[in-house]
């Protein structure tokens, strides 16, 4: 606990010092040890969908709702637009919907870059950025910078909050060795693309699925069971190949991870989570993290030959040839990297918390480039 608020501290002095007194909420991911400024949308940024938007978004650690503007708004009025235009109304921005399935209702924030106007003749590609456990989708947007990326290469990105599992009160997202009776996350994913493509004229072809943590792990998961709507993938912190691993084609897919880190261990072994754990999971944080990515390789039908390249004295790249149609798939090995993001600016700030950022590699900009060269449909090679 000193610790987080150690890294408060930090956090709120920067933003003091940088904003001229604007000053942020924070709130702490509990997966990641990650504190991290949260804001919200407000009414007035709010879209209207069929998805039922929601006018602000609550802080998941204190549940009090936050209104401060974000940085990647509408930089003249932070407001999201709204008209008419073959289906799809203009917008720029973020909003936030309320994604319902089986009973369960998911917030998402959807932020729309203002350099993309998006038109059902149009349509642009999106990702789907999933946050670690305790976590929610505002943190993971500030955490990882996705939507800076997104207003300058004008990809819409889209960054859900998960739900407690049973006995819990932290947010997270459904692995697939630990299903839960009326809750079906994957269902979930395919319906909120559905409503991104009708909604935000999202191109069905390139649905990119990356995050960190519990949501690396669940793009693995995707990656996995929904082959036929996830273009690419990559995953930070956490992947695993279950058992049942057989989807229908072959995705490309990335991964980072940090060889110190002591919340999913890169060799396997004790976590600290451990102890928050229940014990059916103590196997789970025995799995090697590079063994899994070889696994992901070997049912893409990847060749058996590997070649190691050292991109500095930090990262070593692991790359997979000639699986698929012959795409390669890329692990990267952080050399005393810590449970955190490669390249963000909130994890060289937290190194004391979370362990080495490398900024050697990027995952966020390099994630986003390996992804965007595929497509469904192969526009985007």
Not at 116 to 127: C, I, K, Q
Not at 197 to 226: H, I, K, P, Q
Not at 331 to 340: I, K, L, N
């Amino acid at each position: 606990m000193r610790r987080n608020w150690h890294a408060c501290l930090i956090i709120a002095a920067l933003v003091l010092a940088s904003c001229s007194g604007n000053s942020e909420p924070l709130s702490t991911d509990s997966a990641t040890g990650a504190t991290t400024t949260a804001p919200s949308t407000t009414a007035e940024q709010a879209t209207q969908t069929t998805a039922t938007p929601t006018t602000a978004a609550s802080n998941t650690e204190t549940g009090d709702t936050e209104t401060a503007d974000t940085e990647t708004a509408d930089t003249e009025t932070g407001d999201t637009e709204t008209g008419g235009s073959e289906g799809c109304p203009p917008r720029s921005g973020s909003s936030i919907l309320d994604i319902e399935e089986g009973g369960v209702t998911y917030q998402v924030r959807v932020f729309v870059p203002a350099s993309s106007s998006p038109t059902e003749a149009d349509p642009v590609p999106v990702v789907l950025n999933w946050h670690g456990l305790g976590s929610d989708g505002i943190q993971q947007s500030l955490f990882t910078g996705y939507e800076t990326l997104a207003n300058s290469e004008g990809f819409i990105v889209a960054h859900p909050t998960g739900i407690p599992a049973a006995g819990d009160t932290r947010n997270a997202w459904e692995l697939a060795q630990f299903d839960t009776p009326g809750r079906d996350d994957v269902a979930m994913v395919e319906t909120l693309i559905d409503t991104l493509v009708a909604d935000f004229c999202v191109d069905e072809a390139r649905v990119y699925s990356t995050g960190m943590s519990n949501g690396g792990f669940f793009t693995s998961r995707l990656v996995c069971e929904l082959s036929e709507r996830i273009a690419a993938a990559v995953s930070v912190a956490g992947l695993s190949h279950h058992d049942d691993c057989k989807p229908e084609r072959a995705v490309p897919f990335m991964a980072f991870h940090g060889t110190a880190d002591d919340v999913v261990p890169y060799d396997g072994g004790d976590s600290t989570l451990a102890a928050q754990a229940p014990p059916e999971m103590a196997d789970f944080f025995d799995q090697v993290m590079p063994d899994e990515f070889a696994e992901f390789a070997a049912t893409a039908g990847c060749a058996s030959d590997v070649e190691e390249r050292a991109v500095s004295t930090a990262v070593t790249e692991i790359t997979y040839s000639d699986c698929g149609d012959g795409f390669p798939m890329v692990f990267y090995s952080v050399a005393e990297g810590g449970h955190t993001w490669p390249g963000s600016p909130f994890g060289l700030l937290l190194s004391d918390q979370l362990g080495f950022t490398t900024t050697d590699v990027d995952a966020t900009a390099d994630g986003w480039a390996y992804m965007s060269a595929f497509s469904l449909d192969g526009s985007a090679e």
